[in-house]
């Protein structure tokens, strides 16, 4: 059952491409152009974090999403549904988190 579920080992990192993807396209910016609007890079080069602690982070967030869903798998709860609902669960804490380092980035501005 892993080959069908193993597109979710890389969720953090799709789920910041495809909502920066989104957001330039809203924006009308050209998506094949430089740009630094990842999340991370908020994170690193405008809020001022470590580079490092930034990719330790990420990288131990989905370390542990990863565990979590081999031992979901194990227990065979690891259902199309389950995974559908985790990722909307992760999108969403996604955007709660972008939103919040944004508006304190506006701030930091003023």
């Known amino acids: 059952m892993i080959r069908v579920n193993s597109g979710i080992f890389f969720s953090v990192y799709g789920i910041d491409a495809i909502i920066t993807i989104i957001n330039r396209l809203l924006k009308k910016e050209?998506?094949?152009q430089p740009h630094r609007s990842h999340l991370y890079q908020y994170l690193a080069n405008e809020m001022g974090y470590s580079?490092?602690?930034v990719a330790?982070?990420?990288a131990g967030f989905q370390l542990?999403?990863?565990?979590?869903v081999i031992y979901m798998d194990t227990k065979g709860y690891l259902t199309f549904f389950f995974i559908g609902g985790?990722?909307?669960?992760?999108?969403?804490?996604?955007l709660l988190v972008r939103k919040f380092v944004t508006?304190?980035?506006?701030?930091?501005?003023?």
């Not at 542990?64 to 979590?68: K, P, S």
């Not at 980035?105 to 003023?110: A, H, I, K, N, T």
């Open 30 to 32: 050209n998506i094949f």
């Open 64 to 68: 542990a999403l990863n565990g979590f």
């Open 56 to 58: 330790f982070v990420y």
């Open 51 to 53: 580079h490092v602690l």
């Open 86 to 94: 985790f990722l909307v669960l992760l999108t969403f804490i996604y």
């Open 103 to 110: 508006h304190k980035m506006v701030l930091r501005v003023l």
